[in-house]
């Protein structure tokens, strides 16, 4: 069974600039996580997708966050325009469905902004 | 609140020691426990997790995890580590549409 994939594995932009990340989870698994964990701290989660619906968007700073989950399946997470704290690495996860299922993590984009 | 405390950032243990990682949670609603393991340069990977029933869990590779609802801990436990077990581990729940993640601990263990 193939991985949450992601890409790209590292970016690296200037304040200002904008960036963004992709992230096709298992087949199958019908809830999208994204999560951004900087150096030093624990995974904080930024969106929940159940399908192609949002189900907690609460942590995602969405001046400049935006995400969405085409048909339900892949997904993509924009910064625009990135300011230097948002240099972290961006996780992806899925799980088949939501609350008590595990979730699958994805290697992470890790993204410099200088 | 909704947080998790782990207490260690960094332990570091001698070969064929045991280990403790220490993790406390506060929720308002009830939760799923959960430790991931993230080795160098690698995605997290699920050790263990806690849904109900008995409040001891065995996971992968030889560790365990104790849940005591009067302490609000989820402590994790290895008796005996090998030097692959250097990693970082992170403790956490899933409540209320909320996931969350302590700042995670570091295990070094040293030959």
């Known amino acids: 069974e193939a991985g949450v994939a992601q890409s790209p594995r590292y970016k690296i932009i200037e304040k200002r600039q904008s960036v963004a990340f992709w992230c096709n989870p298992i087949?199958?698994?019908?809830?999208l996580y994204w999560y951004q964990q900087i150096l030093g701290q624990g995974p904080k989660l930024l969106i929940q997708?159940?399908?192609?619906?949002?189900?907690?968007d609460s942590q995602l700073p969405k001046d400049r966050f935006s995400a969405e989950r085409l048909k339900g399946v892949d997904s993509t997470l924009k910064i625009q325009p990135a300011k230097l704290e948002d240099s972290a690495v961006y996780l992806c996860?899925?799980?088949?469905?939501?609350?008590?299922?595990?979730?699958?993590f994805g290697p992470g984009t890790r993204l410099l902004v200088l | 609140a909704q947080s998790v405390t782990q207490l260690d950032s960094q332990v570091p243990v001698f070969e064929e020691a045991p280990v403790e990682l220490r993790c406390n949670y506060s929720?308002?609603?009830?939760?799923?426990l959960f430790w991931y393991v993230q080795y160098p340069n690698q995605g997290l990977q699920l050790l263990l997790k806690y849904l109900s029933g008995s409040t001891l869990v065995k996971g992968i590779n030889g560790f365990e995890a104790e849940f005591n609802k009067s302490q609000t801990s989820f402590h994790l436990r290895k008796p005996s580590v090998h030097i692959s077990d250097t990693a970082e581990y992170f403790c956490g729940y899933t409540g209320g549409f909320k996931t969350i993640f302590g700042a995670g601990t570091r295990l070094f263990v040293k030959a």
């Open positions: 996860a899925s799980s088949l469905q939501q609350a008590q299922e595990t979730q699958y």
């Open positions: 087949s199958g698994h019908a809830t």
């Open positions: 929720s308002s609603v009830s939760v799923y």
């Open positions: 997708f159940q399908n192609n619906g949002v189900v907690d």
